[in-house]
């Protein structure tokens, strides 16, 4: 088994035997050295956004005083969510080392079809209400941004 691997599985098993969520863990590597590893923390948090990708992005990059982890890998227990890609993505991660598939969790109540759905453009879009008010003035603040001199991109 990979060590790396192992390591998610640890922490996905310590967060689930504290009750802190699912059973999830995950962690970033960077020139084969662990720079962060986390576990779910939904539970624990009472924020749904604590997911042990989200989790160990957040510790990498304060760790190496970075946004742009694209020198580094991910090894996570089970392939990412929807949400979790979206920060593996922004985060860009070059490299996902997964355990179990979205199928095998969604067999144990951890069912994201709704979000991959919603994504393709499947999902009848009452499931979401999205609501476009006042564009105008948040068009200023794209303007705004647009012309800032000292702007730093990401």
């Not at 689930?16 to 084969?32: L, Q, R, S, Y």
């Not at 050295?33 to 989200?54: G, Q, R, Y």
């Not at 946004?67 to 580094?72: K, T």
Request: aromatic content about 8%; proline content about 3%; glycine content about 6%.
């Amino acid at each position: 088994m990979d060590n790396f691997m192992q390591t998610a599985i640890d922490e996905a098993r310590e967060g689930m035997e504290h009750n802190h969520g699912g059973p999830f863990g995950a962690i970033i590597v960077k020139d084969g050295k662990i720079i962060s590893s986390a576990h779910n923390k939904v539970l624990v948090s009472n924020d749904p956004t604590a997911h042990a990708e989200v989790l160990a992005i957040r510790q990498a990059s304060e760790i190496l005083e970075k946004f742009d982890l694209s020198d580094c890998e991910i090894y996570t227990s089970s392939q990412p969510c929807p949400m979790c890609l979206a920060a593996i993505y922004w985060a860009r991660i070059k490299k996902v080392h997964f355990g179990t598939n979205k199928e095998d969790v969604a067999a144990i109540g951890f069912d994201d079809s709704l979000f991959y759905k919603f994504i393709r453009g499947e999902e009848d879009e009452n499931a979401l209400e999205m609501l476009n008010v006042d564009r105008k003035e948040c068009l200023k603040l794209l303007r705004e941004w647009d012309e800032k001199i000292d702007k730093r991109m990401y």
